[in-house]
């Protein structure tokens, strides 16, 4: 199971759903980066289910560092971050060891993996890893706003509900407010919306899904690869990674195919003594790599595959149709969630770019302290 995301800066995510543990690696960290322990708790925080509207599972991620830091800043060697388990219900997959459940990984796992993988609550498939991952996240965002970078998603629609577009003149504030909201909308009222429409479909035994839309601001110019390693490839890369994402548009994304050249283009112009569009439909990148313009982009998130509803499969053991009722604890919307792993992914990858483009000690005061 390879299981190494990144180029100079690597991620790496172990654990299982109902084991004893989930934890991530970072190597490749530049040494000085300070580690605000308030910050991953906050982010944590931000991913555990909030009300009515997630799973009724309710771990409490009291992390413990285990290495790769001394006296709060990072030492450049490999960081570990550990995330006990706490609140397993492994009774409830015993039924179900040997049904494919619609939409799962049970399947296509058991093919890949003979039979061994571990099926409680999903194993190493779970969205339960992103604890972990958000974790990781939060490791690099003091580097990042260090350098005048931040990163913001909200729930652009939900269940039929749409929110507010981002505006170009608050993007920074709404970035940050976004980073401390209990829903991930930048309308009030229509988060409330997007919640009584979640609470619905809980209560009909089904799930819904939704958009969510990042932006990051501050990046300069220049960053990423052409080709196989380009601003779009590698965040892509990553953001596939985050269970329940199924398509990743930048910019104006599909609609540009209906657009005409001289309306898709976005024209640069001198703004004093910067260059900038007017504009943004690429979404700040061009030929693959950062134009200095906020980075735009959304990702679609599948409804919650696990529901409350009869949904007719196999049992693959025994080669036969069976009915399945699915219990146990289960978010109606993964998409509120989903925003501060996107939110983490992205600054991982925002970080492996800076390394990438200008060394080791990019993240880091790079000096001696």
Avoid at 90 to 118: E, L, N, V, W
Avoid at 140 to 164: F, M, N, P, W
Avoid at 303 to 318: H, K, L, W, Y
Avoid at 340 to 346: G, H, L, N, S
Wanted: charged letters at 20%; glycine letters at 12%.
């Amino acid at each position: 199971m390879k299981n190494v995301y990144g180029n100079m800066l690597t991620l790496s995510l172990f654990g299982e759903s109902h084991g004893d543990a989930i934890g991530a690696v970072l190597d490749g960290l530049s040494p000085g980066i300070f580690v605000d322990e308030e910050v991953i708790a906050r982010e944590l925080t931000r991913r555990r289910p909030q009300d009515g509207t997630g799973t009724s599972r309710r771990e409490p991620d009291l992390f413990v560092i285990e290495s790769g830091v001394y006296e709060k800043h990072t030492t450049g060697a490999p960081l570990c971050i550990r995330i006990p388990n706490t609140q397993q219900h492994s009774a409830d997959y015993t039924q179900m060891q040997h049904i494919a459940r619609p939409g799962h990984s049970d399947y296509p796992a058991f093919c890949k993996y003979h039979g061994y993988a571990d099926v409680r609550g999903g194993g190493h498939f779970s969205g339960r890893i992103t604890a972990a991952l958000v974790a990781a996240g939060a490791i690099v965002y003091d580097a990042l706003e260090q350098k005048g970078i931040r990163i913001g998603t909200h729930l652009s629609r939900c269940a039929g509900v749409d929110d507010l577009a981002f505006d170009t003149a608050e993007m920074a504030a709404q970035a940050e407010a976004l980073r401390h909201s209990a829903f991930p909308t930048l309308s009030s009222q229509a988060g409330e919306q997007m919640r009584a429409q979640i609470l619905r479909a809980r209560a009909d035994g089904d799930s819904v899904g939704g958009i969510a839309e990042t932006v990051v601001l501050g990046l300069p110019a220049g960053l990423g690869e052409p080709w196989f390693d380009t601003v779009e490839g590698m965040l892509s890369h990553g953001l596939f990674s985050v269970p329940a994402v199924k398509g990743v548009e930048f910019g104006l994304g599909f609609a540009l195919a209906d657009l005409r050249g001289s309306v898709s283009n976005d024209p640069y112009r001198v703004c004093g003594d910067k260059i900038q569009t007017d504009g943004n439909k690429n979404g700040g990148i061009g030929g693959g790599i950062t134009n200095g313009m906020p980075l735009v982009f959304r990702c679609a998130i599948k409804p919650t595959p696990s529901i409350a509803q009869p949904q007719e499969t196999v049992d693959f053991r025994a080669n036969e149709n069976v009915t399945l009722r699915i219990s146990g604890r289960h978010d109606p919307c993964i998409a509120p969630r989903a925003c501060p792993v996107i939110d983490a992914i992205t600054a991982l990858t925002v970080a492996d770019l800076l390394l990438m483009r200008l060394g080791d000690d990019a993240l880091g005061p790079g000096e001696v302290r």
